[in-house]
C-alpha cells in the first residue's frame, strides 16, 4: 500500500567558493602567492596592480563585513554565475570544485637541478677498477643506500634482489666484497654502513690512527652497548684506563657523523624558507601587528574584459560563437570578482585572529619570557573572535609570526593549563620552560632523575607527578638521565 509522508531535514552544505577560501585561509605567504599566480594566469580577467578608472572599481579594500558566524558577506549578484547561463548548460566550477573534498590540498612536486645524493655515489664508482658484473653489484648497493646513508638490509635479502631484478646470480662473499672495498670506501666516509657502530668504525679507521682513535675503535667493537648506555664505570674496568682517556675517547666519537648521508652538499632535499605572514613590533612600550604585503596584494578585475562584456552586450544579432564568447568572460569576470572578495576575507580573517591571540598572551609578547605565556586553547580565540574552532586552526597551524624574539610558529603559543600550589592556572608550556632550566643547569656527572626533578618542580610551587615530568621531558626532547651523564 503506498504511503505519503512529510519528512523535515536540515542539511548544510559548503559551497565550491567556501571551500576554495577554506583551502586560502590555511596557507602559507610562499603557497599563497603561489596559488595566486596560478589564479592570474588561469584566469585572464584578473589582474594585479593599481586600477586606473573612474566608475569600475574591484580592487581589493583593507574592509571587510562578517555576519554573525565571522564569515564575510558577499553579495549575491557580485558572484552568480548561473544567472548568465541557460538551464542546460553547466558552470565550471560544477564540474570541478565538488569533486573534491575540502580536505584536499593542491601539492605540486618541486623539481630540484643539480646531482643527487646517490647520483654523486655512482659517479665515484668509475674511480674503481671493476669488471661489469662488480659494477652493476655495486650500482645496486648504492641504489640500496637510504637518505642517512645506511643499507638497512641483510645480505643474503641483497643477493635475492640481485638475480629476481638485475638477472646477476652472485654469492654473498662477492657482495659483502664490494659493499666493504667499494661502496664503503665512497664520500662522504661511512656510506653503507649496515648499521651505526659499523658507521663509526668506518669513519675512524678513514682517519689517522692515534692512541685515541685506536681505542675509541676497540671500545665500539668489543663494548658498544655499554658506550651508548653510557655506563662509563664498566668500560673504565674493562679497558683499565684513566677517566682522562676515557674523554678523550668520547671526544672521537662525538666529532663522528651518525648520519653520513645527510651531510651531502648536493642532497636534492629542498629546505624551506620560513616567510612569516604576521609582524609584532614593540613601538613606544605597545604592541604593533601587522600582515605581511604579501598576503595582501591589490587585485582587481580587468578593465579590458569589463569593456569587451559591455561591446558584445550591446549587440543585438548574436552569433553562437558570440553567446560562447559572452558566457566565456562573464564566467571568468564572476571567477575574478569573488577571487578578490576571497582574498579580502582571508586577509581580515588572518588579522583578527593574530590580533586576538597578540592580545591575549599580550605579556609574553612584551617581554619574550615563555613563562608568561598563558594557557590558551583554539576554543579561547574562537569565543574572541566569533569564528568556528576551525578556522582560527587553519590560521594557527600554518602561520609564522615574526616578533622581536625571532620567527615563531603560532601554533606554538596554544598549550593547555595545570593547576599551581596557589590554585592559579599555568601554561604548560610555562612549567616546560622552568624543567628545561632545570636540566640545563644540574651536575652533568650526577644528572637529576625525573623523581628529583618532580620533587623541584614541587618545591617551585608546581606540583607535578613523575610521569608527567618523563611526559614533558620526551616532549622537549630530552633523554633520561643516565644518557646526559658526562665524565
Given amino acids: 500500500m503506498l504511503k505519503q509522508s512529510l519528512h523535515h531535514k536540515l542539511l548544510q552544505k559548503l559551497s565550491p567558493q567556501q571551500i576554495q577560501l577554506m583551502k586560502l585561509i590555511q596557507l602559507p605567504t610562499q603557497a599563497f602567492e603561489e596559488r595566486l ?66 580536505d584536499d590540498e593542491e601539492k605540486q612536486v618541486p623539481y630540484a637541478a643539480g646531482t643527487t645524493f646517490h647520483q654523486s655515489l655512482k659517479n665515484q664508482l668509475n674511480t674503481f677498477r671493476i669488471n661489469d658484473e662488480e659494477r652493476v653489484i655495486a650500482e645496486f648497493l648504492v641504489g640500496s643506500i637510504d637518505d642517512s646513508g645506511y643499507i638497512r638490509r641483510e645480505i643474503i635479502d641483497l643477493v635475492d634482489d640481485l638475480a629476481f631484478t638485475q638477472n646477476v646470480f652472485t654469492s654473498e662473499e662477492l657482495v659483502l666484497k664490494i659493499l666493504t672495498e667499494v661502496v664503503q670506501k665512497l664520500d662522504p666516509i661511512g656510506v653503507g654502513a649496515r648499521d651505526l657502530k659499523e658507521c663509526l668504525i668506518i669513519q675512524l679507521k678513514s682517519k689517522t690512527e692515534t692512541k685515541s682513535r685506536a681505542l675509541a675503535i676497540k671500545v665500539l667493537e668489543s663494548a658498544f652497548d655499554h658506550f651508548v648506555k653510557k655506563h662509563y664505570k664498566k668500560l673504565l674496568d674493562k679497558f683499565n684506563i684513566s677517566e682522562e682517556e676515557l674523554k678523550e675517547v668520547i671526544g672521537e666519537i662525538s666529532r663522528l657523523n651518525p648520519k653520513p648521508g645527510s651531510s651531502y652538499a648536493g642532497n636534492n632535499k629542498i ?75 582571508r586577509q581580515q580573517t588572518l588579522l583578527v585572529t593574530m590580533n586576538s591571540i597578540m592580545h591575549y598572551q599580550y605579556d609574553y609578547f612584551l617581554t619574550g619570557d615563555e613563562r608568561k605565556l598563558k594557557p590558551m586553547i583554539l576554543k579561547d580565540i574562537a569565543d574572541q ?103
Avoid at 554573525?68 to 566550477?93: F, H, Q, R, V
Avoid at 613590533?281 to 605581511?292: A, P
Avoid at 652533568?444 to 623523581?451: A, F, N
Wanted: charged share 35%.
Fill in 271 to 345: 629546505a624551506e624558507q620560513i616567510v612569516p605572514d604576521f609582524t609584532i613590533r614593540i613601538l613606544d612600550g605597545q604592541l604593533e601587528l601587522t600582515l605581511n604585503s604579501r598576503n595582501a596584494p591589490e587585485l582587481h578585475v580587468s578593465r579590458e574584459y569589463n569593456e569587451m562584456l559591455k561591446g558584445y552586450q550591446s549587440s543585438k544579432d548574436k552569433s553562437k560563437s558570440q553567446k560562447d564568447a559572452v558566457m566565456f568572460i562573464k564566467q571568468k569576470l564572476d571567477a575574478a570578482k569573488w577571487f578578490i572578495d576571497a582574498i579580502k576575507q
Fill in 37 to 102: 599566480k596560478q589564479e592570474i594566469e588561469e584566469n585572464p580577467a584578473l589582474d594585479t596592480g593599481k586600477e586606473e578608472t573612474d566608475n569600475f572599481d574591484d580592487t581589493l579594500s583593507n574592509e571587510a563585513e562578517f555576519d554573525d558566524t565571522g564569515n564575510e558577506k558577499i553579495d549575491a549578484e557580485d558572484i552568480n554565475i548561473d544567472e548568465y547561463l541557460s538551464d542546460d548548460e553547466y558552470p565550471s566550477y560544477k564540474t570541478q570544485s565538488n569533486n573534491y573534498s575540502s
Fill in 385 to 487: 573572535i566569533n569564528m568556528d574552532v576551525s578556522t582560527v586552526s587553519r590560521v594557527a597551524n600554518s602561520k609564522y609570526v615574526s616578533t622581536p624574539y625571532g620567527t615563531k610558529l603560532i601554533k606554538d603559543f596554544f598549550s593547555e593549563s595545570m593547576k599551581n600550589d596557589q590554585g592559579e592556572d599555568v601554561s604548560t608550556r610555562e612549567i616546560k620552560k622552568i624543567l628545561e632550566n632545570v636540566i640545563a643547569e644540574e651536575d652533568k656527572r650526577k644528572p637529576l632523575t625525573d623523581e628529583k626533578l618532580s620533587k623541584i618542580l614541587k618545591e617551585k610551587g608546581y606540583p607535578i607527578a613523575r610521569r608527567t615530568v618523563a611526559k614533558y621531558r620526551e616532549q622537549l626532547d630530552i633523554p633520561v638521565a643516565r644518557l646526559r651523564k658526562e665524565i
